[in-house]
């Protein structure tokens, strides 16, 4: 099931995907996807009754310019991203492969739609992509093992973890400086649940300006998600909808000499296998703030 949400920021709605491929608006099911939908066994019931009642919901024009893709969730609780889960991005990046996976967490206001524009900070010259696959929590995880970590998995969907270089590195700890900015995490456009998705067979891709800069593949991250869920439920307890980024592939800005950072006016196009594509411009210094979500 390929799940969406719609509508002005703060005030999306729900959709779902159904099977003959048509989006529907889901609002009358009477729930938005956020942590007590995924508590309470959401997704199982969803899943009935979209299969009773998805075929006679609205249908949504995808391609209909007036139409805004939110994040696929509803803010949730916690954003924990993983650092240098690649050899290849560790390597460009002049860092070591890491024996235990690097954590750090990246605000949740950072969270935006798809295809809503990616704000430069103020005095920004280092803005960066990452391309990467996020895990989304279904059930409470707190100290699982790698072996029953997937059961605490709902799906899967797409994240663009924007990195201000210079703020994530140049000012002293920790990483979530340069990580944090609003617009900073665009999310989705679906969250597509676990049974559609065998997450270390994807292929990630980036493009800037019609350019290629990233292609990777999630067979060659260094710690899978079992081994990240259960890995990161030792430390903290994953709450359901609760979002883990699982680090980025090769081919970032900052590893190219002289490192292409994004200027305004730029476009960012990324896509995963199975988890649909997305778009971001770059929006201009002079540009005021998101909208409250
Ligand atoms: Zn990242």
Same mark, same amino acid.
């Given at each position: 099931m390929k799940l969406f949400r719609w509508g002005a920021p703060g005030r999306e709605q729900p959709g779902v995907v159904i099977e003959d491929g048509s989006w529907r608006d889901?609002?009358?099911?009477?729930?938005?996807?956020d942590e007590r939908f995924f508590g309470s066994d959401g997704l199982d019931r969803l899943r009935a009754w979209v299969a009773k009642s998805g075929s006679a919901c609205p249908t949504i !024009?995808?391609?209909?310019?007036?139409l805004r893709i939110g994040p696929?969730?509803?803010?949730?609780s916690k954003l924990v991203c993983v650092g240098l889960n690649y050899r290849d991005h560790a390597a460009e990046a002049n860092l070591p492969i890491p024996t235990e996976p690097i954590l750090f967490l990246k605000a949740t206001t950072a969270i935006s739609g798809p295809y809503d524009a990616v704000q430069l900070p103020a005095g920004s010259r280092k803005l960066d992509w990452e391309a990467e696959l996020a895990v989304v929590i279904g059930r409470r995880a707190r100290d699982v093992s790698a072996a029953s970590a997937l059961d605490h998995v709902a799906g899967y969907c797409m994240h663009n973890d924007y990195s201000e270089r210079e703020l994530q590195l140049e000012h002293g700890g920790q990483w979530c400086k340069g990580k944090?900015? !609003?617009?900073?995490s665009p999310l989705g456009p679906w969250l597509v649940t676990s049974d559609e998705v065998d997450p270390h067979r994807l292929e990630i891709c980036l493009s800037v300006n019609g350019r290629q800069m990233q292609r990777g593949s999630t067979a060659t991250m260094i710690f899978d998600v079992a081994a990240l869920v259960s890995y990161i439920s030792r430390f903290m307890t994953l709450l359901p909808g609760d979002v883990i980024s699982t680090g980025t592939p090769a081919g970032v800005?900052?590893?190219?000499?002289p490192a292409p950072f994004l200027r305004p006016g730029d476009v960012v196009q990324l896509a995963i296998t199975g988890l649909g594509e997305a778009c971001q411009r770059v929006a201009p210094l002079e540009a005021p703030a998101g909208e409250e979500p």
């Open positions: 889901v609002s009358r099911f009477g729930e938005d996807i !024009d995808p391609t209909s310019p007036s696929p969730i509803v803010r949730p944090s900015h !609003d617009t900073f800005a900052l590893g190219r000499t």
